[in-house]
Structure formats: C-alpha cells, structure tokens
C-alpha cells in the first residue's frame, strides 16, 4: 500500500518535473544557454492561472503557455540573444530577470499563496480497493504523457525537429546547410518557456502558487536536465520520474537526508558519466 | 587622514549635541525602527506587520506620549546576514530607539545577540522560537505575539479532554518553529493520558504531502503544524486524498491564521486550533481593529499585523510610563516589561518576568460566515503563561523543545 501509494505520488510530481525540465532541457541542448528564468516562468504560469481561471480552467493553462511563450520570445530577443557566447553574462543575466519577475509577481499577485481549483470532474479521487488516487494527479500524469509524446514526435518526425536536432548536434554546420539557426533559437525560447508556463499552471492545483515557488523548482530542474543529459527529452523523462522517486520515498524514509540523496545520484552520474544518462558528449 | 585637531572638534561637536538634547528632547521626533521584508517568500507577513504597526501609528496621529514618531522600514529579505546588517544601520545610522520585527525566528536569533550588547530595546512582534524568552535571555527582549507551544499546551489538553481523543498523528514543517509546536502539544496531550502514533516531518519547502498523508490512518486526529503557504497546500492535499471527513485535523494557530486563511476554501471548514488571537473575537477592541485593518488590506488580520499592532500598545504603554523618554532605555526596558495592555485587540495581556506574554489562548473552529472564512472561537483559556501549569524552573530545567519527544515533566 504504502510503495503504491508512494510511486503514484512520484509519477504525478515526476509529471510536473518534467513539464518543468523538459523547456529547460531543449533550450539548454539548442542553444547553451542555462536559462535561470525558467523557474520564474514556471511560477508566472502559475500565477497567469489563478488570474484566467474565470474563464475556465483551459483557457488559464493555456492564457499561462501563451504568456510565457511572449515573455520567452521577448526574453531571447532582448537579453539572451544579445549576450550570446558570453556565457556567464547569460547565467547572470537570465538569473537577474528572474529575480525581476519574481518581485513583480509579488506585486501584482500579492505574496499570499493563491491556489487554483482544479475542474469540476477532476476533484476528489478514484478508489481502488484500499486506495485513494486523487483524480486530479491522474490526470496529471496523462497530460504530462502526453505532452512527452507530442514533444518527441516533434522533435523525432517533423522537419522543425528535424531542424532542432541538426542544430544541437553542430550549430555551425547546421547554420551552413541554411538552417535559420537565429530563428529556430527564438522558437526553442518560446516553446520551452510554454512548457515551464503552462507546467506552472497545471502544478497549481496541487502546489498552488506562491512567492518562492521559482526558487524552489529550479533547482529540481537542473537535477533533472543533469541526470537525464543535456537537450535530451527521453532524458529529461527518465531523469524526471528519478527525480520524483528520489524525492518523494527520500523525504518520507529519510526525512533528514532527503536533499543530500536528491543529490546523490547527481554527483555519482557527474563522476561516471558526465554528459548524463542520455546526453551525447558534447561535440 | 583625520588629524588629532579634527578629531577634537568632533569630539566637542559631539559633547554639543548630548548636552543639547534634553533641551529638546520633547519635540525631537521617537524613531522605531521595524525590520520587515519586503521581497521573496516571507513579504507576505513583513507587509502585515507595517499594516499592523502603521495602523496603530495612524489611530494616534503619529505621536506617542506627547512626541512625534519617526517610523523607519528596513528590508531584511528574509535573510539572516541581511537582518544583522540591517538592525546595525538602523541602530547606528538612524540612531532608532528601539527595533520592532523581524518575521522570522532566524532572524530575530541573528540579531538578538547585536541588539543586547548595543543594549537596545528589542520588541519581538512575531518570532517565536522557544528560548528567546527561556533558556537564552537577552535583558533588552520582550515579545508581542508568544512562544511557539504557548498556544499548543491548552490544545493538547482540549484533545484529549474535550474532543476525548486518544491516538493522534502528528505532522509539522520540518524546522525549530513546528518542532516545538509539534513538542509542546505532544507533552501536553500525553500528560492528559493522549498518545501520539506518529509524527511526520515535512521540509519546509515540500512540493508534496501526499505521500505524508498516505502514512495517516487509524488514528483519532491529526494534529498539523504549517506556517504561510504550507498550510493551505497540506489542507488541499488533504482533501484530495479523501481524508477530511474521515479523521478530523486540528492544528497549531499558524495553519489557519486568518493571513492565509482567506486563500482557503471548504478544505479548511471545521478544523480546530489554539491560538492567541482570532479575528473572530468578538470586542470593541477587536471590532475596531478589524474592521480598520480591512479597509486598508481587504481581509481580516492574523498573526503579523496583531503581534506588530500590540508591539505598538506595549510601547505605549512603557513610554507614557517613562514620559516620553525615548533614549532612557533602561527605563524604558524597566517600563516595558512592567506593561500590561488592557486594549489589546486579542483581550488583555501582561508579560511575565522572561518578557514574554501571558494572555488568552482561544480553541477555534474554523466556520464560513457570509462569504469568509473565520475561526470563531469556541473556548477559552484565560491568562495562559508559556510554561503552561509547569513551574517555570521545571519547566527551564528540561532541554528546550525539539524534533524529537519532549521530556515529560
């Protein structure tokens, strides 16, 4: 009963990592850019949310993908594409805005938590037996398989995908072959901080959303992208549901190492295989 | 470079203005300093507390005992260092008369050693950590809102007594602050004959409680001990997994303070906690305050904004008995642990010889009325001490509250 439970409850935060890392993951892969604002995103998506929910619950997750998408786009134009090359002027600057977004989040939403009511049919839980699985993680889990599906048939069958792998793999000779590599950036951009939005908005009714719940996922997503490799979406997924195991059967069996053993495995893949469980080496 | 002629004339200059003062003391302005935050995760209960104190400032015009007040905000962003820094600009720069603040435990723990040894009057609106008034006194602290189990030791005799439970669950947020609320109902509650079956910790920073409550069964209650946004997530949570309704929770103040309890929806409906205030209250005193404090914030005040307002009477108080007389801080200490304040919003209170309050402890249920949520207090404990019944030098002699059991006393 209780590892069921417990794996059920891993799958479901695993769901939220992944929408979480797999932005962060493409964007890093692509472009080399450790994108610190992806956290902010994720909790602005949250809070676009709360703010669309009148119109129904879809239409706010998607009022927050659609937001994040325009800030993404804005934030690649503006400042990312600008310090290109400058790597830690990008970490440094990306790391600023997200402290910039975090405080004028704080200022419009207000710093009280703001939970998002899940619809109507997904409230409650299924029972199974001796079970109870809050429908509404179900459901989380699925869109998440879901949307993991979509991700790689894009990446995997379509010419844009076509065009993104080409462009991870060599930048430079992918720009040579007239693939518009500066475009593509901007495209990556937007749909990766679409992912972290519309990640924020669909963690919200478990998580809610407060001021602080950047800084918290973040660093899940860098474990995540770490321990899965860098650009890889199959990685991000594995290194998502490690991630969701590590960390819930972590806090409950060891409540006082949970953080050390969520970064255990980083340090032992880091040590045997630095390009993560699926990344390529660097080329 | 100074040289010794200039630093002479400073010195005279300096000499000047101390014999200068009392000849206008009178109108020179008191200046408080508060330390609150402003940015990240703890500014939601940095701006209840400014409300809370501006709000006392405004009822009086902006003039204590007959002076003007200079009221000086600084921004500690929740961080410890950053507090530190922030106390000594306000001690040395602005030369404040005392310190109101700061919302957290840490912070007031990184400080209280620089405030005792500048010997300023350190006035703890909210931080509640256990010792500051018990095993680690600083001469210059009194606190405004009460110890972390203070409110807790009534509740777990109310559980076993008068809700007759007897096996209870407890969970808490893993840190000093719900460790000693979790230790402080424990004792009490074992002591009326109650025994506890679990107790479960959460970082403070858990995304998720469902594997927590995955752990909840067989059990009478379960006693749940969150502070800010927690609260509200573990009751959802709660929820979700069918559990209310099932095995009823009842909680430590902060859970369902009336800060967060306004975010909250039918998931919080019924539960019962211990606290020293409730906007539920039903005074003149609290009526007025309420309803002021909702013209400025909309919702009804909790913790912060109470613990900062009563601060702001417990300085009155000191400083009517010391004529106004903001730079004599031994006096002034002297008067403010003497103070009693009658016109508190949450009902009259006195400090007792460590500085910290002895007041009311209320059991309230949370209830909808109208179109909110409110704890509509259901019993009283009268001029509850932070020892509870315990002796104090028992009491003292016992290790402070921690993570694991409480020593029976």
Same mark, same amino acid.
């Given at each position: 009963?209780?590892?069921?439970?417990?794996?059920?409850?891993?799958?479901?935060?695993?769901?939220?990592?992944?929408?979480?890392?797999?932005?962060?993951?493409?964007?890093?892969?692509?472009?080399?850019?450790?994108?610190?604002?992806?956290?902010?995103?994720?909790?602005?998506?949250?809070?676009?949310?709360?703010?669309?929910?009148?119109?129904?619950?879809?239409?706010?997750?998607?009022?927050?993908?659609?937001?994040?998408?325009?800030?993404?786009?804005? !934030?690649?134009?503006? $400042?990312?594409?600008? +310090? &290109? /090359?400058?790597?830690? =002027?990008?970490?440094?600057?990306? *790391?600023?805005?997200?402290?910039?977004?975090?405080?004028?989040?704080?200022?419009?939403?207000?710093?009280?938590?703001?939970?998002?009511?899940?619809?109507?049919?997904?409230?409650?839980?299924?029972?199974?037996?001796?079970?109870?699985?809050?429908?509404?993680?179900?459901?989380?889990?699925?869109?998440?398989?879901?949307?993991?599906?979509?991700?790689?048939?894009?990446?995997?069958?379509?010419?844009?995908?076509?065009?993104?792998?080409?462009?991870?793999?060599?930048?430079?000779?992918?720009?040579?072959?007239?693939?518009?590599?500066?475009?593509?950036?901007? !495209?990556?951009?937007? $749909?990766?901080?679409? +992912? &972290? /939005?519309?990640?924020? =908005?669909?963690?919200?009714?478990? *998580?809610?959303?407060?001021?602080?719940?950047?800084?918290?996922?973040?660093?899940?997503?860098?474990?995540?992208?770490?321990?899965?490799?860098?650009?890889?979406?199959?990685?991000?997924?594995?290194?998502?549901?490690?991630?969701?195991?590590?960390?819930?059967?972590?806090?409950?069996?060891?409540?006082?190492?949970?953080?050390?053993?969520?970064?255990?495995?980083?340090?032992?893949?880091?040590?045997?295989?630095?390009?993560?469980?699926?990344?390529?080496?660097?080329? | 470079?100074?040289?010794?002629?200039?630093?002479?004339?400073?010195?005279?200059?300096?000499?000047?203005?101390?014999?200068?003062?009392?000849?206008?003391?009178?109108?020179?302005?008191?200046?408080?300093?508060?330390?609150?935050?402003?940015?990240?995760?703890?500014?939601?209960?940095?701006?209840?507390?400014?409300?809370?104190?501006?709000?006392?400032?405004?009822?009086?015009?902006?003039?204590?005992?007959?002076?003007?007040?200079?009221?000086?905000?600084?921004?500690?962003?929740?961080?410890?260092?950053?507090?530190?820094?922030?106390?000594?600009?306000?001690?040395?720069?602005?030369?404040?008369?005392?310190?109101?603040?700061?919302?957290?435990?840490?912070?007031?723990?990184?400080?209280?050693?620089?405030?005792?040894?500048?010997?300023?009057?350190?006035?703890?609106?909210?931080?509640?950590?256990?010792?500051?008034?018990?095993?680690?006194?600083?001469?210059?602290?009194?606190?405004?809102?009460?110890?972390?189990?203070?409110?807790?030791?009534?509740?777990?005799?109310?559980?076993?007594?008068?809700?007759?439970?007897?096996?209870?669950?407890?969970?808490?947020?893993?840190?000093?602050?719900?460790?000693?609320?979790?230790?402080?109902?424990?004792?009490?509650?074992?002591?009326?004959?109650?025994?506890?079956?679990?107790?479960?910790?959460?970082?403070?920073?858990?995304?998720?409680?469902?594997?927590?409550?995955?752990?909840?069964?067989?059990?009478?209650?379960?006693?749940?001990?969150?502070?800010?946004?927690?609260?509200?997530?573990?009751?959802?949570?709660?929820?979700?997994?069918?559990?209310?309704?099932?095995?009823?929770?009842?909680?430590?103040?902060?859970?369902?303070?009336?800060?967060?309890?306004?975010?909250?929806?039918?998931?919080?409906?019924?539960?019962?906690?211990?606290?020293?205030?409730?906007?539920?209250?039903?005074?003149?005193?609290?009526?007025?305050?309420?309803?002021?404090?909702?013209?400025?914030?909309?919702?009804?005040?909790?913790?912060?904004?109470?613990?900062?307002?009563?601060?702001?009477?417990?300085?009155?108080?000191?400083?009517?008995?010391?004529?106004?007389?903001?730079?004599?801080?031994?006096?002034?200490?002297?008067?403010?642990?003497?103070?009693?304040?009658?016109?508190?919003?949450?009902?009259?209170?006195?400090?007792?010889?460590?500085?910290?309050?002895?007041?009311?402890?209320?059991?309230?249920?949370?209830?909808?009325?109208?179109?909110?949520?409110?704890?509509?207090?259901?019993?009283?404990?009268?001029?509850?001490?932070?020892?509870?019944?315990?002796?104090?030098?028992?009491?003292?002699?016992?290790?402070?509250?921690?993570?694991?059991?409480?020593?029976?006393?």
């Amino acid at each position: 009963m209780f590892w069921i439970t417990g794996l059920f409850n891993s799958l479901a935060f695993a769901a939220v990592l992944f929408l979480l890392a797999a932005g962060f993951s493409l964007i890093f892969g692509l472009m080399r850019v450790a994108n610190l604002t992806h956290g902010a995103f994720f909790m602005l998506g949250g809070y676009l949310a709360t703010s669309a929910i009148g119109a129904g619950f879809w239409v706010a997750v998607l009022a927050a993908g659609v937001g994040c998408a325009l800030l993404g786009g804005l !934030v690649q134009h503006l $400042l990312v594409q600008r +310090l &290109a /090359g400058r790597e830690l =002027a990008q970490v440094l600057g990306t *790391l600023g805005l997200s402290f910039i977004v975090a405080d004028q989040c704080l200022l419009i939403w207000s710093g009280d938590p703001i939970p998002l009511a899940a619809p109507g049919f997904l409230q409650g839980a299924a029972r199974l037996g001796v079970f109870a699985f809050p429908l509404y993680r179900l459901f989380l889990i699925v869109v998440a398989a879901l949307i993991a599906i979509s991700l790689w048939l894009v990446v995997e069958r379509t010419t844009l995908g076509a065009k993104i792998r080409a462009a991870v793999d060599d930048r430079e000779m992918a720009r040579a072959t007239g693939i518009p590599v500066s475009r593509l950036f901007t !495209v990556v951009f937007c $749909l990766g901080s679409a +992912l &972290a /939005g519309i990640g924020g =908005a669909l963690a919200a009714p478990i *998580l809610s959303v407060y001021p602080g719940l950047d800084t918290e996922m973040l660093p899940l997503a860098l474990l995540v992208v770490i321990l899965g490799g860098i650009g890889s979406l199959a990685g991000a997924l594995i290194g998502s549901v490690l991630i969701g195991i590590i960390y819930i059967f972590g806090q409950i069996l060891l409540p006082d190492l949970s953080y050390v053993i969520l970064f255990l495995p980083m340090v032992v893949v880091l040590a045997v295989r630095p390009e993560g469980l699926l990344g390529r080496q660097a080329a | 470079m100074l040289n010794r002629r200039q630093v002479l004339a400073g010195a005279a200059a300096l000499a000047g203005t101390q014999f200068a003062m009392p000849a206008f003391a009178q109108n020179a302005p008191i200046r408080i300093g508060m330390l609150s935050v402003k940015s990240g995760a703890l500014a939601t209960g940095g701006r209840q507390m400014e409300d809370g104190f501006q709000l006392f400032l405004k009822e009086r015009g902006n003039t204590i005992a007959g002076r003007p007040v200079e009221f000086i905000v600084a921004d500690t962003g929740g961080q410890p260092a950053l507090a530190k820094t922030r106390a000594q600009e306000l001690v040395q720069r602005s030369n404040v008369h005392m310190i109101v603040g700061p919302v957290a435990a840490f912070e007031a723990l990184a400080i209280n050693d620089y405030l005792a040894e500048a010997q300023v009057p350190f006035i703890c609106s909210s931080a509640a950590a256990e010792d500051l008034t018990q095993r680690k006194l600083n001469p210059w602290f009194v606190r405004t809102s009460s110890t972390s189990a203070q409110p807790c030791h009534p509740l777990g005799e109310y559980a076993a007594k008068e809700l007759g439970y007897k096996k209870v669950i407890t969970i808490a947020d893993d840190f000093a602050f719900g460790q000693e609320q979790t230790a402080g109902f424990q004792r009490v509650f074992e002591a009326n004959g109650g025994s506890i079956a679990n107790k479960l910790w959460a970082p403070l920073n858990a995304a998720d409680y469902g594997s927590y409550i995955s752990q909840i069964s067989g059990v009478d209650a379960v006693f749940a001990a969150f502070s800010g946004a927690n609260g509200l997530r573990f009751l959802r949570q709660y929820n979700e997994y069918g559990l209310k309704g099932q095995i009823p929770v009842i909680s430590a103040m902060t859970t369902v303070d009336e800060g967060v309890l306004h975010t909250m929806g039918d998931e919080a409906l019924g539960i019962i906690s211990a606290g020293w205030y409730s906007a539920g209250l039903d005074t003149p005193h609290n009526n007025s305050f309420v309803e002021q404090l909702r013209k400025v914030t909309g919702v009804d005040p909790g913790f912060y904004s109470v613990g900062a307002y009563s601060a702001g009477l417990a300085l009155e108080a000191a400083l009517k008995t010391v004529g106004g007389k903001a730079e004599d801080k031994q006096g002034l200490i002297t008067a403010l642990k003497k103070a009693e304040v009658v016109n508190d919003p949450r009902g009259p209170w006195k400090f007792d010889r460590y500085g910290n309050p002895v007041e009311n402890i209320y059991i309230r249920k949370v209830e909808r009325k109208g179109d909110r949520l409110v704890n509509t207090v259901i019993k009283t404990y009268d001029q509850v001490s932070q020892f509870w019944t315990y002796p104090p030098e028992r009491f003292l002699a016992e290790p402070v509250y921690s993570r694991s059991n409480p020593t029976k006393i």
